[in-house]
């Protein structure tokens, strides 16, 4: 890749997600020298200032961290780029130019690329469902965090069910956090999945970890119904295809994904689902190179396309990065050779499913799991700080708060039992029995009063 005449080489970054971000970290790392003598300049477009890290968004949801904890200015995240507020027009592969404009209106720019980056992800199809699109809370829109997080700010004094659409694993999560909110309050989150099950993905392989998301479901009182598709959506709730209605404002959509398409890429060769096809490198062409939800990688083993997560677009942008080092460098790039780890969902805190190298691991282990691996890929390390220590607070708080409220709530009922005339039994007096009195103690080993578990106990052993 030869030096342009009159200006520095250029790195354009489209995006602010996980494949920009680590893309970036890869090249700056391998090219310090060129950034320093100025031989080298990377531009990032992107249109909203922050990088959203989507991990923790049923820790926001339930209440447990604030927004901002998981967003990081692009500016702090990427000190040595341009970062550019602002919408891609038009991708021009022949000129080697992207045309932009600012997301606060002014007049649309130009940039020329050496190396292009292409990380845009996707976006809820939200068009595929009557309503949905005016109606529906998603996640991937500019804003949506901050909506969702209003909406479950609301939830417990809405006397209307929060819907769900959606029952992948970011959905059954969501669910699971927006039902945790309410107090686990049956019926008070409606979760709605096309499918016959809940994470369908995750019974075909592991239909033990599978369960278990149904089971912390049903602990947390969310009304799951499968088999049933949502047809339209308004501002008072929605239709489904069984005939019936759910009642709800706040309508939040996880129906899956659909790549986003940048006008003048029509060119580029992509599959069924609209994907960039990318070459074993994560190239799509010469100078250009995609990853993450926008493009189609090929696992290095199985050879089929890879997960639609965080990790893998993490993991697929490092090497974008270390290869658009090497084409800097005037060497070839090198194939895509990530394995994979594993998946995470939680359900409250101390409750969680993990899948790590192929082992299922439940409960708190899982729980603490996933943790820590999203603390070690947050962005910014004074927020990962402040994380753990945000969500300890949180929920020391509300515990101390569902404390309080049973012992007034069993306060008032005392006190209305005096009021009423209404007196408590009076415990019986004990019968000590000496060692002649072998009636009375077989009375009390019937009774299960000798220390031994009578035969209609059950002996749980400590977690």
Partial sequence: MTAPVGRPRRVVLLGGGYVTLHAYTALVRRVRGMLRDGTLEIVVVADSPVHHFHGFTGEV????????????????????????????????????????????????GTTAYDA???????????????????????????????????????????????LVVGGGLAGVELAAALADRVGGRPGRVVLVQRAERV????HAH????????????????????????????????????????VTARTV????????????????????????LRTLPDLSVRDGVWAAGDAARVVHPRTHRPVPANALWAIKAGDQVGRNVARALQG??????????????????????IAEVWGVGVVGPLAWALRLVFFLRFLPSRRRALAVPREIARRHAARRHAARRHTARRHATRVGAAHLTGVARPEAPVPVVAGPTAPADDAARHAEGRTGQPSTDEVVTAPA
């Avoid at 939830?155 to 069910?161: K, N, S, T, W």
């Avoid at 239909?207 to 119904?225: K, N, T």
């Fill in 252 to 275: 939040l959509a996880t129906t899956g994904q659909r790549p986003v398409r940048l006008p003048g890429t029509e060119p580029l060769s992509r599959d069924e689902r609209g994907r």
């Fill in 199 to 202: 994470v369908p993905d995750l």
């Fill in 61 to 108: 949801a339930a209440g447990l961290l604030p927004a901002h904890l998981t967003q990081t200015p692009l500016v702090e995240a990427m000190p040595r780029a341009t970062v550019l507020h602002a919408r891609v027009e038009r991708v021009d592969l022949a000129a080697r130019t992207v045309t932009f404009r600012p997301v606060d209106g002014g007049e649309p």
């Fill in 331 to 352: 060497r070839p790039g090198a194939a895509f050779r990530y394995l994979g780890l594993g998946q995470g969902a939680a359900f409250g805190v101390g409750h969680g």
């Fill in 206 to 245: 592991r239909p033990r970890l599978a369960r278990r998301c149904e089971d912390e479901l049903a602990r947390l009182g969310v009304d799951v119904r499968t088999g049933v598709e949502v047809l339209a959506v308004d501002g008072t709730g929605a239709d489904l295809s069984d005939g019936t209605r």
């Fill in 116 to 162: 292009l980056v292409i990380g845009t992800g996707a976006g809820e199809p939200v068009d595929e469902v009557d309503g949905l699109d005016g109606h529906g809370l998603t996640l991937r829109r500019p804003g949506g965090l901050e909506d969702l997080a209003a909406a479950a700010e609301a939830a417990p004094g809405d006397p209307e069910p929060v």
